[in-house]
């Protein structure tokens, strides 16, 4: 079972080749043991210890799994819900080497950022999963708050700006059975303590880092645990179907309500459109330039003013 184990997670490239050795080296045989063990090698910011002292919440981080690399927590955290592990674990790590960013672009995570994934069991249909993520980029502006930011906001559906430049992005997959959500994965990259120039020139002109903004490093433990109280605050009202209150917390942060933009759809199609607000169900409402009103549910959109 384990040498099949280590054949797979090779052949995939999941994890770093050193996490990889330790496995052989470790002898266990059950899978979700073989996870853990990794998360016991040599971490540089990131403890558990800290983040789970004083933690107040109820589900959200009771088990943590932190590491020092993976190739992305989103697909260990999958792994990990599809072996049993309980509602609201955490996956940690303190870098990335195959980041998963929406529309399947690559997300830059060097050491530094907070890199995590929430493994949830909501009994929820795929129609209130873009909530879910609204919900969780309310949750981090919030704790940014927390934290001495001022002035963060929401670009739909997953960007937390800070003067308009992003400094965390969300992902949020589900992980189904047939039809049936069986668990959602919510990715959440921040910026934390990084300099611009830890970034690729390429996105370097709209990124911003906490230090950036805050001018002095923060504590990314604290950072963390804050996160997980606003988190689990969020999801008690999203379980109580508290949704026009998520919504309003959104709408009162959001970056992209009043603004033109440029909706991008799947196969290359665009438009300009004037954004009016924000669904019940999560989705964009704009009016296209011959005035008919349209709902994004997906896709992107680029702020032309
Ligand atoms: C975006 O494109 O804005 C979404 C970025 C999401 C990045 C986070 S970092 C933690 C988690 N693991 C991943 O591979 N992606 C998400």
Redesign the pocket.
């Known amino acids: 079972m384990k040498n099949e184990i280590v054949k797979l997670l090779r052949k995939e490239g999941k994890l770093s080749d050193e996490a990889i050795d330790e496995i052989e080296k470790t002898n266990i045989n059950n899978f979700v043991e073989i996870i853990k063990e990794i998360g016991k090698e040599k971490r540089e910011h990131i403890k558990s210890s800290e983040i789970s002292k004083d933690l107040n919440t109820k589900f959200i981080g009771k088990n943590l799994y932190i590491y020092h690399e993976v190739?992305?927590?989103?697909?260990v955290a999958k792994f990990l819900s599809q072996n049993g592990v309980e509602n609201g674990s955490i996956v940690i790590?303190e870098k990335?080497t195959?980041?998963?960013?929406?529309?399947g672009?690559f997300?830059e995570?060097p050491l530094g950022?907070v890199?995590?994934?929430i493994i949830l069991a909501p009994d929820v249909d795929h129609s209130k999963i873009p909530l879910i993520t609204l919900a969780t980029g309310v949750a981090v502006a919030k704790t940014l708050e927390n934290m001495g930011v001022e002035n963060s906001e929401i670009k739909w559906p997953?960007?937390i700006l800070i003067n308009g430049k992003?400094v965390c992005?969300?992902?949020t997959e589900a992980v189904t059975n047939f039809n049936t959500i069986e668990n959602v994965i919510i990715?959440?990259?921040i910026d934390a303590n990084l300099t611009i120039d830890n970034f690729s020139e390429e996105i370097q002109s709209r990124t911003t880092t906490l230090e950036n903004e805050l001018g002095r490093k923060i504590d990314e433990n604290l950072l963390i645990k804050l996160f997980l109280e606003e988190f689990e605050k969020i999801s008690e009202l999203f379980n109580s179907e508290g949704y026009e209150e998520i919504l309003k917390e959104w709408r009162r942060r959001s970056y992209t309500i009043g603004k033109i933009v440029e909706v991008r759809k799947p196969f290359n199609r665009y438009y300009n459109a004037y954004v009016l607000g924000i669904s019940r169900e999560g989705a964009l409402v704009v009016e296209k330039i011959d005035g008919t009103l349209e709902k994004v549910i997906s896709g992107e959109c680029i702020i032309k003013n």
């Open positions: 190739s992305s927590t989103n697909t790590s990335q195959g980041g998963k960013g929406r529309s672009k997300w995570s950022g890199w995590l994934s997953n960007d992003k992005g969300i992902l990715g959440v990259g």
